[in-house]
C-alpha cells in the first residue's frame, strides 16, 4: 500500500476500534469468534512475561488486526491468555501511539519537539555518537536497551552495534540475575521438569509469583490438575493476591523470609521421615550434612522469622511431605530480595529432600531457558566482543549517569545513549539519581519506542517503533518449552521503523555496516539463526507455528545426574566460583556482600530489615493490568487499576491515623513520595504493598515508587532488590487538613 492509504487505513482503526471486555482468567477463547471474513495470523505474545503465549490474530480483509486469542492447539498456552494482550488492538491502535521522528526544541522534558525526517534523525544520532567517540572514547557510548520485546532479532541486534563500534558493555542485572543463580547454584542449569506437569500432579506450590495476574497459564495447568486429580494449590506470596484466592493453601509470610520457610519444611522432612535417604544418598552432594545442619530449624524458629503460625508451616510439610508427585513452581518474586539467591537455593532443594525429583508432575521448575540452545553468536556480534571494554549494570543507570566512579568502572563518562525496549525513567531503581543524570546538559539520549514515555520525553532525539505483529521475530520461552515464530502479520504505520532498521543505518553511518551480522533482513537473520542452531528454518515454523524443545523426562527429571561436573545436587553451593547463566565478567567479580552467603539454605538478614525509623517492608508487586511500564498508556489498563495507592494493614492504618483514600506519604533515605491508602487485610502488619508499575506522573507529585527502590547488587552475581525495601508511613498532613477539615 501507498504512504497515504496506509496512514488513512491506520487512522480509521483509530477512530473505529471498539474495546472488548477483559476475558475471565480461566475460559479460553475459541477460534469460532472469528468474524467470517477475517484471517488468522499466527504469532507469539513478545512481552517480558516466562509464559511466551502461542497467539492467534484476526486480520480484517483491510489489514487490521481484531481479536487476539491463545491458540488453542498449543499444549502450554491452551487458548489462554492474560487480559491485557487479548485487547492489544487498544494498544496498537492507540492515538498517542508515536508515529513520526522528532527532535527537542526546548529544554529537557519540557515537552517540545519539531518532526523531522527518518534521515536527518539517524544523522543527527549518528553524529552525536562520532563526536562523544571523539571526544571521550568508544566507551562514552552506553547502547541501553531490555525486554519490551523478547523477540531475538528486534532485541539483540544493538548489542551487534555495541560490540562492532566498542561501546560501553551492558550487564542485564534487574530482573533474572537472583532467581537464575539461585536455581544454577543448586541444579547446574536452568531447567527442570515440564511445565505441562503442573497439570498432571497431585500438588503444586506456586511460590513467589502472582501466577493469576502475571502468568496466567500456571494456572491453567494447576486448576486441571485440581478438577481431574483432586490435586492441592499450595500458593507462597507476600499478601492476598488474587493467585492467593485460588489456593487451598494460602501461605503470606514476611518479605525475605522464604528461605526460613524452606528450611524447617526440610527439618520437618527429615524429621517425620518424609525425607527420601536412598534418593539423596545417590543425587546430592551432602544430605548428611544438611540434615545435621537443618536441626535447629524448627517450625518455632521459621514461625518467630516468616509470621507464619507453627501449624500453617506443619500443615504444608506435611502436604508435601507425603504427596510424591509434588511440583514446585518457582517464581521471580521472593527474589527480588537482597536474599533472593539464597532463597530461591533453599525453596529447589525441598525437592531434593523429598526426592520429587523422580515422579512425573514432581520437582521444582523456575524456567527452562538452558533447553534451547539457540546460537545468538553472530545476532549480537559475539566474535567482536572486546573484553577489556568495560561492562555497566543496568540497574545502576542512576549512578553511572550521576557520575559514580565505581559504576563506571573508575573510567570516563556515559555522553551518549541509545535505549531500545525499555524505560529506565521509569522502571530502573533510584529514580531520583536517574532522573538527573538524564538531565544532564552533555548527555545526548536518542529513545526509540511506541510511545511517548517519560524516558522518550527527557531524550533529545525520538523515532517511532513498530508493535509486535508488524515484523519478524523468534521467539523462546522460559516458562515452558516452546521456541515460536513471530511473523510480520499487518503493516506497520507507513512513519515507523523496526529495532533493526535503526541499527542497520546506525551501522552504515557509523562506518561498521560490513562488519559480521550486518546486512540481512529480520526474516534472513531468524533463519540464519535457526540454521546455526541446528533448527528447522524460517518456512518450516511457518507452516507447524512453534517447536517443542522439552528434554526427556530423564534429562528434565536429572535422572541422569544434575549438571555440576559431579552430577550431584548442591546443598553446599559455590556462591564465588560456579557458573551461571548471567554471571558478572571477571572485570566486576562478584557482588553484594557475598561473604555472608550460607554454606547450607538458611534464612540471611542481608535484606532490609525493619528499625524504628522504617517500621515497615515495602514490595513493589506487580499489577494484573500493566507488564513493566507497558500497558500503562492503554485506556482500560489505566481504568482497571484505578491510582497509584498503597496497600496499608488496618492495624498500621488505625496506629497511624490514616483511612482509607488518605494521601499518605512514604519515604526512606533514597527519597519520599505521595500516594493513597488503600487500608486492606489483604496485607499483614507491617507490610505495604504497592502495585504498579503506574507512571511517575500518575503519582501526585510526578515521582514514582522506584524513589523509594536501590540499586545495589544482590549477592553473588548481581540483581535488583526491587521488593525489598525498608520505609516509613506518614499520613499527609497538608492534604488531610484540607479534606477532613
Known amino acids: 500500500m501507498n504512504s497515504r492509504h496506509g496512514e488513512f487505513l491506520w487512522l480509521l482503526a483509530v477512530q473505529a476500534l471498539e474495546y472488548t471486555n477483559a476475558m475471565n482468567i480461566a475460559t479460553p477463547i475459541h477460534a469460532k469468534s472469528s468474524k467470517p471474513d477475517n484471517r488468522v495470523g499466527h504469532t507469539a505474545c513478545p512481552h517480558d512475561c516466562p509464559s511466551t503465549c502461542a497467539l492467534e490474530v484476526d486480520i480484517s480483509e483491510d489489514g487490521l488486526i481484531g481479536r487476539v486469542r491463545g491458540a488453542n492447539d498449543h499444549s502450554y498456552t491452551s487458548g489462554v491468555i492474560c487480559a491485557k494482550v487479548a485487547r492489544y488492538a487498544e494498544r496498537l491502535y492507540h492515538p498517542d501511539r508515536l508515529m513520526h521522528p522528532l527532535r527537542r526544541a526546548g529544554a529537557k522534558g519540557a515537552g517540545q519537539w519539531q518532526q523531522i525526517s527518518w534521515d536527518d534523525a539517524l544523522d543527527e544520532i549518528a553524529e552525536a555518537f562520532v563526536k562523544a567517540e571523539a571526544r571521550d572514547g568508544s566507551e562514552a557510548i552506553w547502547p541501553y536497551f531490555y525486554a519490551g520485546t523478547m523477540g531475538w532479532v528486534q532485541r539483540d541486534s544493538i548489542d551487534r552495534l555495541r560490540h562492532a563500534k566498542r561501546y560501553s558493555g551492558f550487564f542485564s542485572s534487574i530482573c533474572t540475575n537472583p532467581a537464575w543463580t539461585g536455581f544454577t547454584m543448586a541444579t547446574g542449569t536452568l531447567r527442570g521438569p515440564d511445565p505441562r506437569e503442573m497439570g498432571r500432579t497431585d500438588c503444586v506450590v506456586i511460590w513467589g509469583t502472582n501466577a493469576v495476574s502475571t502468568q496466567v497459564n500456571v494456572m491453567t495447568h494447576a486448576i486441571k490438575s485440581r478438577k481431574e486429580r483432586g490435586a492441592k494449590i499450595v500458593v507462597i506470596d507476600i499478601y492476598d493476591n488474587p493467585t492467593m484466592k485460588q489456593a487451598d493453601m494460602a501461605l503470606i509470610v514476611r518479605p525475605g523470609t522464604d528461605a526460613a520457610l524452606a528450611c524447617a519444611v526440610m527439618h520437618i522432612a527429615f524429621r517425620d521421615g518424609h525425607a527420601d535417604h536412598d534418593y539423596m544418598a545417590r543425587y546430592a552432594d551432602d544430605p548428611e550434612g544438611l540434615e545435621a545442619h537443618l536441626k535447629t530449624k524448627t517450625p518455632q524458629w521459621a514461625a518467630a522469622i516468616t509470621g507464619l503460625s507453627v501449624e500453617e508451616i506443619e500443615a504444608f510439610a506435611s502436604l508435601v511431605g507425603t504427596t510424591k508427585k509434588t511440583f514446585f513452581r518457582l517464581g521471580y518474586g521472593f527474589t527480588r530480595q537482597r536474599n533472593g539467591a539464597v532463597a530461591m537455593h533453599a525453596a529447589a532443594s525441598i525437592a531434593t529432600v523429598l526426592g520429587s525429583w523422580q515422579y512425573e508432575g514432581g520437582g521444582a521448575f523456575h524456567s527452562n531457558s538452558d533447553i534451547f540452545r539457540m546460537n545468538s553468536a553472530e545476532l549480537t556480534g559475539r566474535s567482536m566482543k572486546d573484553a577489556d571494554i568495560r561492562m555497566l549494570d543496568q540497574s545502576q543507570i542512576g549512578r553511572v549517569l550521576t557520575g559514580d566512579a565505581v559504576a563506571l568502572r573508575h573510567r570516563g563518562p556515559v555522553t551518549a545513549m541509545l535505549i531500545q525496549n525499555t524505560n529506565p525513567a521509569n522502571i530502573a531503581p533510584e529514580q531520583r539519581l536517574v532522573r538527573r543524570g538524564f538531565a544532564r546538559n552533555d548527555l545526548f539520549v536518542a529513545v526509540h519506542e511506541q510511545f511517548m514515555t517519560e524516558t522518550a520525553e527527557i531524550a533529545d532525539i525520538v523515532i517511532p517503533a513498530t508493535m509486535f505483529v508488524e515484523h519478524d521475530d523468534i521467539y523462546r520461552a522460559g516458562g515452558q518449552n516452546h521456541i515460536l515464530l513471530g511473523p510480520k502479520l499487518v503493516e506497520p504505520p507507513p512513519t515507523v521503523r523496526t529495532n533493526l532498521f535503526v541499527i542497520e543505518e546506525l551501522a552504515k553511518r557509523l562506518g561498521v555496516a560490513d562488519r559480521p551480522g550486518f546486512g540481512f533482513t529480520a526474516r534472513e537473520m531468524v533463519d540464519r539463526i535457526l540454521e546455526s542452531s541446528g533448527l528447522p528454518d524460517y518456512d518450516h515454523f511457518l507452516e507447524h507455528k512453534w517447536f517443542d524443545r522439552q528434554p526427556a523426562f530423564e534429562e528434565a527429571h536429572y535422572l541422569n545426574g544434575f549438571a555440576h561436573p559431579d552430577g550431584k545436587f548442591h546443598f553446599r553451593p559455590d556462591w564465588i566460583n560456579q557458573p551461571a547463566p548471567n554471571k558478572p ?106 502495585e504498579g508499575l503506574w507512571p511517575n506522573k500518575a503519582h501526585v507529585d510526578g515521582e514514582g515508587i522506584n524513589v523509594l527502590t536501590g540499586a545495589d547488587p544482590v549477592a553473588p552475581y548481581g540483581g535488583a532488590a526491587v521488593h525489598d525495601n525498608k520505609v516509613w508511613l506518614r499520613k499527609d498532613a497538608a492534604w488531610c487538613s484540607r479534606n477532613h477539615g
Open 585 to 690: 565478567p571477571v572485570s566486576i567479580g562478584a557482588l553484594g556482600p557475598h561473604a555472608a552467603l550460607p554454606a547450607f539454605p538458611d534464612q540471611v538478614d542481608v535484606i532490609e530489615v525493619t528499625d524504628p525509623e522504617h517500621p515497615f517492608r515495602l514490595a513493589t508487586s506487580p499489577a494484573r493490568n500493566f507488564l513493566n511500564s507497558s500497558f500503562s498508556e492503554t485506556k482500560t489498563s489505566r481504568q482497571k487499576e484505578g491510582r497509584p495507592e498503597v496497600m496499608v494493614n488496618p492495624a498500621d492504618a488505625e496506629a497511624n491515623g490514616i483511612a482509607h483514600g488518605d494521601l499518605v506519604r512514604i519515604g526512606n533515605s533514597r527519597g519520599d513520595l505521595r500516594l493513597h491508602a488503600r487500608i486492606t487485610t489483604e496485607v499483614k502488619f507491617g507490610v505495604l504493598i504497592a
